[in-house]
């Protein structure tokens, strides 16, 4: 398992460098936009459409619905993430889970900063509300993935690791996803 963990580890840090994007304007994971970046996504033959395609959406994502400081908070949690102040983060991304209860990258940057502060559980949780709110959010079935990693659920980890390949089939976890199928089909279930 350690083996795992260890091909895992870069794309932990993968994930907290990509989602320090932010985006200028205003919109969030009901922009209509969305729907045919996906499908673009889902059908690119080569990397560099999916690359850019992936950075297209994370940017929409990124953007702030139109509420009162809203925008300005996650500013605030992006910037205290990038520089590893996880209790400042967690603040920020706590009220603007409060001001905009629906914006689903709010959840899923709460999440990464329970994550990287090892609490998993919570992490799970956002994880979960980020779902809810946006089914198609590589990002946190990624981030999904990695908890099951550390918590050593190679079943369900290779599940939310498939469910993001489904949906992004470019996502640097395909290249260790063989690998954990057999270290999954070598357990007892």
Do not use: C
């Not at 500013?75 to 209860?101: I, T, W």
């Not at 990287?116 to 198609?136: F, N, Q």
């Not at 190679?154 to 290249?175: G, M, N, Q, S, W």
């Amino acid at each position: 398992m350690n083996g795992i963990l260890l091909k895992f580890r870069w794309l932990a840090v993968a994930l907290v460098l990509l989602l320090g994007a932010t985006g200028a304007a205003r919109a969030d994971q009901t922009d209509p936009r969305l729907e045919a970046l996906f499908e673009k996504l889902r059908i690119a033959e080569v990397f560099s459409i999916a690359h850019a395609t992936e950075q297209q959406i994370w940017i929409i994502w990124h953007e702030a619905p139109e509420i009162p400081d809203v925008a300005e908070t996650m500013e605030v949690g992006l910037q205290a993430m990038r520089e590893s102040r996880y209790e400042d983060a967690l603040h920020a991304f706590d009220r603007a889970v409060q001001l905009a209860p629906d914006f689903a990258e709010a959840w899923n940057k709460r999440a990464t900063i329970h994550f990287l502060m090892g609490d998993y559980a919570a992490s799970v949780v956002d994880v979960r509300k980020t779902l809810d709110l946006e089914p198609r959010h590589f990002g946190a079935l990624s981030g999904l993935g990695l908890i099951n990693l550390k918590l050593d659920r190679k079943a369900d980890a290779l599940a939310a690791f498939e469910a993001a390949l489904e949906i992004h089939p470019y996502l640097p976890v395909r290249f260790e996803v063989d690998a954990l199928r057999e270290a999954v089909r070598g357990e007892k279930i």
